[in-house]
Nanobody
Framework: QVQLVESGGGLVQPGGSLKLACAASRSILSMYAMGWSRQAPGKQRELVAVIGSGGNTGYADSVKGRFTISRDNAKNMVYLQMNSPGPEDTAVYYC????????????WGQGTQVTVSS
């Protein structure tokens, strides 16, 4: 298991930018992949970005071209750069780990609130 702590959320204006961070309690090199998901009020949780141990990335269509996931293995950190967010991106954002290929993402942190509003 691993403990994950998200940070960096807050209020951002539409069209602005925000960078979320996820700190892991141990090395993320052993994780098959790391990911960011979000959940807005009244909606199901949505996996929005994934990064594999080799650095390959994948995005939900809803954020493709605007959000960028990255990782710093030396610091056991995962990031989500949010560019040009809109009100539809308002949600609690969570960081999770996939331990094996094809496994579920788990060990979700407590989340960080992102509110996009002018």
């Amino acid at each position: 298991q691993v403990q994950l702590v998200e940070s960096g959320g807050g209020l951002v204006q539409p069209g602005g930018s925000l960078k979320l961070a996820c700190a892991a309690s141990r090395s993320i090199l052993s994780m098959y992949a790391m990911g960011w998901s979000r959940q807005a009020p009244g909606k199901q949780r949505e996996l929005v970005a994934v990064i594999g141990s080799g650095g390959n990335t994948g995005y939900a269509d809803s954020v493709k071209g605007r959000f960028t996931i990255s990782r710093d293995n030396a610091k056991n950190m995962v990031y989500l750069q949010m560019n040009s967010p809109g009100p539809e991106d308002t949600a609690v954002y969570y960081c999770g780990a996939q331990f094996v290929r094809g496994g579920e993402f788990e060990s979700w942190g407590q989340g960080t609130q992102v509110t996009v509003s002018s």
